[in-house]
Each structure stands twice: as C-alpha cells, then as structure tokens.
C-alpha cells in the first residue's frame, strides 16, 4: 500500500464548477500539507500549503487538511479552462521528505 | 530567466548506451533533487544534494550516477540504459534541505527518456 494514495481521474467538469480533489495517507508523521499544480509538458508547481489540521483559502483555491481522518482536499471554486491540469498532492514529515501522490487529471470544458 | 533548467528536453536512446541529464538552477538554493515520473505521473525521488554533498540516495540501481559540481548544478549519468528507465527525469531545487512548505520545490520542465 502506497503511503499517499490519490485518484488518477481523470475528472471532467464544465467550466464554473467546483473541482473537488482529495488525498488519503497512512503516515500519521504527516504534518506539512502541499498542492502541486503540473500542466502537461511541464514541472509541477507549488499551489497551496497548510500546517496540521484546518484549511486555507487562496483565491479560488481552497486546502483542508483533516488529521484524524488522514484525509486531505483542494476545492477550486468557479473552475475555468485554464484550470485543466493535473493536480498533485505531496506531504512531509518533520524531516521533510515529501511524498507525492499519483496526481488527478483534471479537465475543465469550456 | 529559467528559474530551474534541464537539458536535454528529450532524449531518445537505444538500450545499453550510456547518456546524461543536465540541471542548473539560478535561485541561489543550497539543495537540488532528482525525481523520476513515470507514466502514470507518479513522482517519486532519486536523489538529493545539499551544497553538493549527497543527502538523499532512495533504492535506485547504481546504473544511475549523481554528480554536482557544484551547488547550482547537479547532472545525472544512467550507464547500461533498460526499457524501464523510460520516464521523464525532473530536476529540483529547494533554499534548503527541508523541503516543505517553508521550503518549497522548484522543478524543471522535465526530460522524456525514451529507451528502445
């Protein structure tokens, strides 16, 4: 068993949805939270990040993180076309190791 | 003004040759990493320098040769390349070793590996 497991979608959704993605981990030594942004052809790119529990809103993005479920989610409000990427979870314990997940396709249709 | 960049973008080879992946990054960061994705886009790491001393080697045949010159640059050598090392190689760079969210990933735009 993978220690972060995260569906592959791909998730199609028309524009102005929200785009709901989630993550589920093992580790409970898990304590940084982090989102990467890759578009095809491309590196992935730092999204969105969050400490132990709670959630944090960056304009249409929002990150929750839920420790005692082991759970994590990104919401992205009012999705547009540009938004059509795939989205990758990655956590860290203290030493700072991160583990990706597989990442989620994401395709939003004009 | 290529934050992290590696050379070559592809790279398409037979099986047994030996062949080399270059990265510099011009953020200034003490810490640079090699990760390998493969087709189904899992990202998982290679290795890690800080300030060129080797920090993070994971299960990766010894085929796979890390050297970094200096801090601004780690290079990656595969000697015997097999189908499975087909992938997309991406290089890394962190201010410092830890890298979590105070101290994200910068990543380059990849290099596709195709063994034959």
């Known amino acids: 068993q993978k220690e972060v497991e995260q569906d592959p979608g791909p998730l199609s959704v028309p524009e102005g949805a929200i785009v709901s993605l989630n993550c589920t981990y093992s580790?409970?030594?898990?304590?940084?939270f982090m989102w990467y942004r890759q578009y095809s052809r491309k590196g992935p790119e730092l999204l969105m990040y969050?400490?132990?529990?709670g959630n944090k809103e960056d304009g249409r993005f929002t990150a929750q993180v839920d420790k005692s479920s082991k759970y994590i989610s990104l919401f992205i409000r009012d999705s547009q076309p540009s938004d059509s990427a795939t989205y990758l979870c990655?956590?860290?314990?203290?030493?700072?190791?991160?583990?990706f997940g597989a990442g989620t396709q994401v395709v939003v249709t004009p | 003004d290529t934050a992290v960049s590696q050379t070559p973008k592809y790279l398409v080879t037979q099986m047994g040759n030996d062949k080399s992946i270059k990265c510099e990054q011009n953020?200034?960061?003490?810490?640079m990493y090699w990760y390998k994705q493969d087709s189904k886009k899992f990202l998982k790491i290679m290795f890690s320098?800080?300030?060129?001393?080797?920090?993070i080697n994971e299960t990766v045949p010894n085929r796979f040769s890390p050297k970094s010159p200096d801090k601004a640059h780690l290079n990656l050598h595969i000697n015997s390349l097999e189908l499975g090392d087909s992938a997309v190689y991406f290089c890394?760079?962190?201010?410092?070793?830890?890298?979590?969210?105070?101290?994200?990933?910068?990543f380059g735009n990849g290099t596709r590996l195709t063994v034959t």
């Open positions: 990655a956590m860290s314990d203290t030493r700072g190791k991160l583990q």
């Open positions: 320098y800080n300030n060129k001393e080797l920090i």
């Open positions: 969050t400490y132990s529990s």
């Open positions: 580790n409970s030594a898990f304590q940084y």
């Open positions: 890394a760079s962190s201010q410092v070793a830890d890298s979590s969210y105070n101290s994200p990933l910068h």
């Open positions: 953020l200034g960061h003490d810490t």
